[in-house]
C-alpha cells in the first residue's frame, strides 16, 4: 500500500525540481500519486512534466480533464477518456465490451447506458485498461462525475500497479479525499509547489524586471505561481523608465477575484471582514457578526486562500485586497464600523472608527486617531501608526494646516521605520502640494530616502534637492549630508567620499545643537575611518559615545553602541561582541524599527557562524530574511547573510542560491557592499565543492570590484578565500600577488592572520613544499583554536588532513579529518561534517572506488543532484536549480556513477527508488 509522503519529504519537495522528482520517486514506487494544491498552482503543468519525463516507462498516456459542471454529465469523464483512447486498445476488445464503450460514448442504437448495466462498464474498462503499460492522469478529480467516478476507481482498484500507473490532480490544500477515494488506500501526494522568494527573484530576471521587486512580489502574490505569472507578464510591457515600484497590473487583480470567487457569498463576506481587520482572529470575526466563521476559515483554507495553522493569515496581500476592493467603498465603512465595536485594542477601536469614517474631517476624531498612533508607535507597531498618522492628518480640518504638517511629519518617520515607500512618497507629495516649508519638505522627503533602506541607486537627484532645499539651515543640511554619506558608502563603494560628507555632517549637527544627529554623523565618520585604515577611528567613535545619545534615538544601525559591537567583530572580540548586540536587539524589539531588527539578527548570525553555533546562526539569518521580505527591504544584505550562514550551517546548493539571488539583488539596487560580500560567498562555496575554475574566475571578478588592496582586511575577509581558490586553480602568481598583501592589521589580529596562514598553507601545497605547508597549516589550525573559532579550525584540519593524505601519510590524513568531524558535529556544520565524513570513508575504503557504496553514502550536494536527475531533469537545469555550472554537474554526475556502479540514468532512477536496475 503507498503511504503518505511525510512532512519531511514534503518539505524537500519544496522547490520545482524537487517536487518533480520527489512525484517520480513516489510514481516508480507505488504506482499511483495524487498531485493537490490551490487553483493556479501548476498542478497541470507539474503532471505535464511528470508525464514527459517518464514516457519511457509508459510509453501511452491517457488523459481526462474534467472542468466545472461536468460533474452533472454522468458517464462524461469516461467518454472523455475513451474518445481519446489509441484505436488498437479500442480494438483488441471482445465485441461484448467494444458494444458497451459504444453506449458510452453515445454512438449506439441502443441508446446510452443505463445505471443498472454499471457492472458490465466496470469490467469493460478493467479490461481496457489492463491491456498493457498504460499510464492514466486525471487531471481535476473535483470535477468528475460520480458515474466515471464509481468506473475508474473500479478499475484501479483491480488493474495492478504494473500495468496501470495513475496520477491524479485535486484542487485543494487539505487533502484529496475525491482522488484518495479514486486510487484507493492512502496515497502518495505531493503538493504543487508554491514560489519561494528566490525562485521569485529568478522569474522577475527571465522576464528582464528588476529583481528588486522579488520581495514585493513576493508578498503580494504569495509564491502563487499563476498570479506571479500574471504580475511578471503584464509589467515586463512597461517601460523601464516607469519601473520605480511595482504596481499590481489589472490581470492579477482580475484572476484574484476570479479565485476569491469560487468561494460561496458568505465564505467572501466573512474574508471581507478578515481583510479588513488589522490581525483577524475567528473570535474576533465571530464579535463581528460572522456567525459561520470557524467554517468560512475552513473552507478558505481548503481552496488556498488562507494559510493554514493558527490565526487568519491571506496566503497573498493580492488576496485580501480583491476580498476588500470587491465589495465597494459604502460596504467596507460598514466592516470597519462593526469592527469597531468588535476589537478589544482601543488603537483598532480608533483606526476603524476613522477608516469608517464617511466623508469630510473631523477635530475630535483626528486627535483621537493620533493619539492611537502615538500609542502604536511606543507599542513598536511602526507601519500602523505610519497608517494612523496619516489618518489624522487627512480627518484635520483646513484650518489647522500647522497641525496636519505635524502629523504628516509623524506619518513620515514612522513610514521610514517600516520601510513603506509607498506610504513615505504619499506623505512628501502632501507636503509638497501644501508647499510647506523647507523645515517640513525636507524631512519629507529624507524619510523616502530612509525608506529605501539599502536600495539608493537613483536616489542622488532626491538627496541633491534636500540639500537646495536646506539652504543654509545647519540642522537640515546636517541631516542631508548624514544621508549623502550612507549613499556614498553603499551605493558609490566611495568611502572617502563618504567621510567627507559625514564629517560635514558632523560639524553641521555641533553647530546646530543637535547632540542626536551629531553622534549619528560622528559613527558614520568613524566606520568609514576603519574602512580607509585611519587611525583616528576609535577615537572618533568615543567621541560619539560620550554624547550618551540612546541607541534607538536615530537607529539603532546607526548609533555608536552598534558600531562598536561591529568593530568588535572585526577584531574577533566575538562573545563581547555577541553580548553587546543582544542587548541592542532587545532596544530594537522594543522599538520596532525593522531594519534594526534585520541588522542586529545579520549581525548575529555572523558572530554565531564564526563561533560555531550554526544552528542560531541560521534561525538568526533566516529571521533577517523573513522581516527583510514582509517590510520590503533590501533583499541583498539579508541574502548575503543567509548564505554565509548556510555555507557553513546548512548546505553548499541553497548557500549558492542565497549568494546568487543576493548578487543579483544588490547590483540592481546600487549596492555595491553587498554585490561584493555575495560574490564573495558564491566564489568561496564553488570552491569548497570543488568547482576550483568557477571559483577562481569569482574572485578574479571581486578582485577587479575591489580594485586594490583593502586598508583594513578585517572587515571584509575575502582574500584567504580568493588565495586558495587561485592555487586550487593553477593560477600560484595571483595566489602570491594577493598574499603579499597582508599587512600588519592582519598580524594584529590572531584569527584574521590564522586565514591568512592557512591560505599560505594551501599555497605551499599546490608547489609541492608538502611538508612545510603542513607545519604552516598546524600553527593555523591552533591559532583558530586559540581564537575559539571552531569551525574555521576544521576546515584548517581539512586541508592539513589533504595534504597529508597526498604525501601518502594516511594515518595522520585519518587523524585531523577524525579532529575536523568532531569538532564540525559540535558546531553543527553539515556542510563540512559531510565532506569530511566522505574524506574519511574514503581514506578507510568505504567510499568511492570500494565497491560497494550505496545510495546513502553519497555526499548531500551528491545526493540532491541525484534527485534531479533522476526525476527527468537535464544537466542544464539541474545546473541552474544548484547554482553550479554544467561542467560541474557532468563532474558530480561521473562521481555518483562511480560509486553507485552505475552507467546511465535509468539504472539512477532506479537505484534511488531501490528497484534493481
Not at 578565500?721 to 600577488?737: K, M, N, S, V, Y
Request: glycine letters at 10%.
Amino acid at each position: 500500500m503507498a503511504a503518505q509522503l511525510t512532512s519531511a519529504q514534503a518539505g524537500a519537495a519544496a522547490s520545482w525540481p524537487a517536487a518533480l522528482a520527489t512525484a517520480a520517486r513516489a510514481l516508480d514506487e507505488h504506482g499511483r500519486l495524487v498531485v493537490t494544491g490551490p487553483w493556479g498552482s501548476g498542478k497541470t503543468s507539474l503532471v505535464a512534466q511528470l508525464t514527459e519525463a517518464r514516457g519511457a516507462q509508459a510509453p501511452t498516456v491517457l488523459r481526462i480533464s474534467p472542468a466545472d459542471g461536468d460533474q452533472e454529465l454522468a458517464f462524461g469523464a469516461v467518454a472523455q477518456l475513451l474518445a481519446g483512447c489509441p484505436a488498437p486498445l479500442l480494438d483488441a476488445l471482445p465485441p461484448t465490451r467494444a458494444a458497451v464503450v459504444d453506449r458510452l460514448l453515445h454512438r449506439s442504437p441502443e441508446g446510452p447506458l443505463a445505471g443498472g448495466e454499471l457492472p458490465a462498464a466496470r469490467l469493460t474498462l478493467a479490461e481496457l485498461l489492463g491491456t498493457g503499460r498504460l499510464l492514466l492522469v486525471v487531471d481535476g478529480a473535483q470535477w468528475l462525475d460520480p458515474a466515471s467516478a464509481d468506473l475508474l476507481g473500479y478499475a484501479l482498484r483491480t488493474v495492478p500497479a504494473e500495468r496501470l500507473r495513475a496520477v491524479v490532480t485535486e484542487r485543494g490544500t487539505g487533502g484529496a479525499p475525491t482522488a484518495a477515494r479514486l486510487l484507493g488506500g492512502h496515497p502518495a501526494e505531493v503538493r504543487a509547489p508554491d514560489l519561494d522568494l528566490p525562485e521569485t527573484s529568478a522569474l522577475l530576471s527571465r522576464y528582464g524586471l528588476p529583481t528588486r521587486w522579488a520581495a514585493l512580489l513576493h508578498r503580494q502574490c504569495g509564491g502563487h505561481r499563476l498570479l506571479t505569472s500574471l504580475c511578471c507578464t503584464a509589467l515586463a510591457q512597461t517601460p523601464p523608465s516607469a519601473r520605480g515600484r511595482p504596481t499590481v497590473p489589472p490581470e492579477a487583480r482580475e484572476a484574484a477575484e476570479v479565485w476569491l470567487g469560487a468561494l460561496p457569498g458568505p465564505v467572501r463576506s466573512t474574508l471581507l471582514a478578515a481583510a479588513l481587520a488589522h490581525r483577524p482572529t475567528p473570535a474576533l470575526l465571530l464579535r463581528a457578526g460572522c456567525e459561520e466563521a470557524e467554517e468560512h476559515l475552513r473552507q478558505a483554507r481548503r481552496a488556498g486562500v488562507l494559510r493554514a495553522g493558527p490565526g487568519v493569515r491571506f496566503t497573498a496581500t493580492l488576496l485580501a485586497e480583491a476580498a476588500s476592493c470587491t465589495a465597494g467603498r459604502a460596504a467596507r465603512s460598514a466592516v470597519h464600523r462593526t469592527l469597531a465595536a468588535a476589537v478589544d485594542d482601543p488603537v483598532q477601536v480608533l483606526r476603524h472608527r476613522a477608516l469608517g469614517h464617511q466623508g469630510g474631517t473631523e477635530r475630535e476624531l483626528a486627535e483621537d486617531t493620533e493619539t492611537a498612533g502615538e500609542a502604536a508607535r511606543q507599542g513598536g507597531d511602526r507601519e500602523l501608526a505610519a497608517e494612523l498618522f496619516l489618518l489624522a492628518a487627512e480627518l484635520t480640518p483646513a484650518t489647522g494646516a500647522g497641525l496636519r504638517l505635524r502629523r504628516l511629519g509623524s506619518a513620515a518617520r514612522e513610514a521610514a521605520v517600516a520601510g513603506r515607500t509607498d506610504l513615505a512618497w504619499q506623505v512628501a507629495d502632501t507636503v509638497s502640494a501644501a508647499r510647506a516649508g523647507a523645515e517640513h519638505q525636507v524631512p519629507a522627503l529624507l524619510a523616502v530616502v530612509d525608506a529605501h533602506s539599502q536600495a539608493l541607486a537613483g536616489l542622488d537627484p532626491l538627496i541633491a534637492r534636500c540639500r537646495e532645499l536646506a539652504g543654509t539651515d545647519p540642522g537640515l543640511l546636517a541631516a542631508v549630508e548624514l544621508r549623502a554619506a550612507i549613499a556614498a558608502n553603499v551605493t558609490h563603494g566611495a568611502p572617502g567620499e563618504a567621510l567627507g560628507a559625514a564629517t560635514r555632517a558632523a560639524e553641521l549637527a555641533h553647530r546646530s545643537g543637535q547632540s542626536g544627529l551629531e553622534a549619528a554623523a560622528l559613527t558614520m565618520r568613524a566606520r568609514m575611518e576603519r574602512v580607509l585604515g585611519r587611525d583616528g577611528a576609535p577615537a572618533t567613535l568615543g567621541r560619539a559615545l560620550a554624547l550618551a545619545v540612546p541607541a534607538h534615538r536615530f537607529g539603532v544601525r546607526n548609533s555608536a553602541q552598534y558600531l562598536a559591537a561591529r568593530h568588535a567583530v572585526f577584531d574577533d572580540r566575538l562573545p563581547w561582541a555577541r553580548e553587546q548586540l543582544t542587548g541592542l536587539l532587545a532596544v530594537a524589539e522594543r522599538h520596532g524599527d525593522t531594519e534594526d531588527l534585520v541588522d542586529i539578527w545579520r549581525s548575529l548570525a555572523e558572530v554565531d557562524t564564526r563561533l560555531g553555533r550554526c544552528p542560531d546562526a541560521l534561525a538568526g539569518a533566516d529571521r533577517a530574511v523573513r522581516v527583510s521580505v514582509s517590510a520590503g527591504l533590501s533583499l541583498g544584505p539579508a541574502w548575503y547573510t543567509a548564505a554565509l550562514a548556510q555555507s557553513v550551517g546548512g548546505s553548499f546548493p541553497a548557500a549558492l542560491r542565497y549568494a546568487a539571488c543576493g548578487a543579483r539583488a544588490a547590483e540592481e539596487e546600487g549596492d555595491a557592499l553587498h554585490l561584493a560580500r555575495n560574490l564573495w560567498v558564491l566564489a568561496a562555496v564553488r570552491q569548497h565543492g570543488g568547482d576550483s575554475a568557477g571559483a577562481s574566475a569569482g574572485f578574479a571578478e571581486l578582485a577587479r570590484l575591489e580594485g586594490g588592496p583593502a586598508a583594513d582586511p578585517t572587515m571584509f575577509r575575502w582574500q584567504p578565500d580568493a588565495i586558495e581558490a587561485f592555487a586550487a586553480a593553477g593560477r600560484p602568481d595571483l595566489a602570491r600577488e594577493l598574499l603579499a598583501q597582508a599587512g600588519p592589521a592582519v598580524a594584529a589580529h590572531p584569527g584574521t592572520a590564522a586565514a591568512w596562514s592557512r591560505a599560505r598553507g594551501v599555497l605551499l601545497a599546490r608547489t609541492g613544499a608538502g611538508e612545510e605547508a603542513v607545519a604552516v597549516l598546524r600553527r593555523a589550525a591552533d591559532g583558530f583554536g586559540g581564537s575559539g573559532l571552531p569551525v574555521e579550525q576544521a576546515r584548517t584540519l581539512v586541508a592539513c588532513g589533504r595534504v597529508e593524505r597526498s604525501r601518502r601519510r594516511q594515518a595522520a590524513a585519518r587523524a585531523a579529518w577524525e579532529q575536523a568531524a568532531a569538532l564540525l558535529a559540535e558546531a553543527g556544520a553539515r556542510p563540512w561534517l559531510e565532506l569530511t565524513l566522505e574524506l574519511l570513508a574514503r581514506l578507510n575504503g568505504t567510499g568511492a572506488g570500494s565497491g560497494t557504496a550505496q545510495v546513502d553514502e553519497l555526499t548531500g550536494t551528491e545526493r540532491r543532484l541525484a534527485a534531479l536527475v533522476g526525476g527527468g531533469a537535464s544537466n542544464r537545469q539541474a545546473a541552474q536549480q544548484l547554482f553550479v555550472s554544467v561542467k560541474t554537474v557532468e563532474g558530480t554526475l561521473s562521481r555518483i556513477y562511480r560509486k553507485l556502479g552505475i552507467r546511465s540514468r535509468t539504472q539512477l532512477a532506479a537505484a534511488l527508488a531501490g528497484r534493481p536496475s
